[in-house]
């Protein structure tokens, strides 16, 4: 078994907010993230398939192909977006780094499903160099 | 849901790698430049992966803040700007970077609530690190009986 990681970039706005709270509460849990005005980052993605390299073309899975997948399933709905208001998903989650990991496993596995006897095993994603978070795809 | 976060820490220390069972030669021979008996010092990345679920009302998997202060209070203000060698933990334990990584997991797997913390990665420079998921060595144990 080989893990394949492919790591892209995104910027994007975000800001944290519960309507269920007041705006007190919201402001003492997210601090400066409840800022409604927004704020942004540089968001590093890597994305992890796990599988076997194919006999032949000795790949897990073709690198450009993976490159593409990206693209157009999450550079191109996050990137220099606000992901509250432009992002559908984002309607009902708060873009915490958690859900944005969350979220850009569900957008990507399964278009990622042609990748043959290759699958997606991790998604992490970055907010900044120091603070990431992770999702496998458990329940 | 269950997701994973990760936060990187800094600290800088010194440390000599010296083992009291070697001789002189065999000490130089184990660990090189590194039994050097003025020792030498690194700064060291801390990163500390946790899990979770993924708690709806606020979209996050661990409170960030109860973390850095875990961290804090715990790790770097025991081991940042200190020398390893002269820390009770390593007393007895050489500290070589697998035992920093394993005496941070064990300090903050208690500090911690049980089941949150997945790994802690230790990166000494920036070309070799360790990671650990789990010490059979109780640290509560150990503290108190050193204390």
Redesign the interface.
Known sequence: MVELTRRATFSASHF?W?D??TAEKNEH??GRCANRNGHGHNYTLEVTVAGEPDPVTGFVVDLKWLKDVIEREVLAAYDHRHLNLEVPEFKS???????I??AAWKRLAPALGPAGHARLKRIRVYET????????G?? | MTAYFGRRYTLSASHRLHADALSADENRAAYGKCNNPHGHGHNYVIEVLTRGAVDPETGMAIDLVKLDEAVRTKVLDRFDHVNLNLDPLFVERVPTTENLCKVVFGILENALPKGRLESVRVEETENNFFQCWEVEDDFVALERAIA
Do not use: M
Request: no cysteine; hydrophobic share 50%.
């Open positions: 944290y519960n269920a709270w849990v997210f989650a708060i873009p915490t780094t958690e859900n990991a969350i160099p120091e603070i990431f978070a992770e999702y496998r458990e329940a």
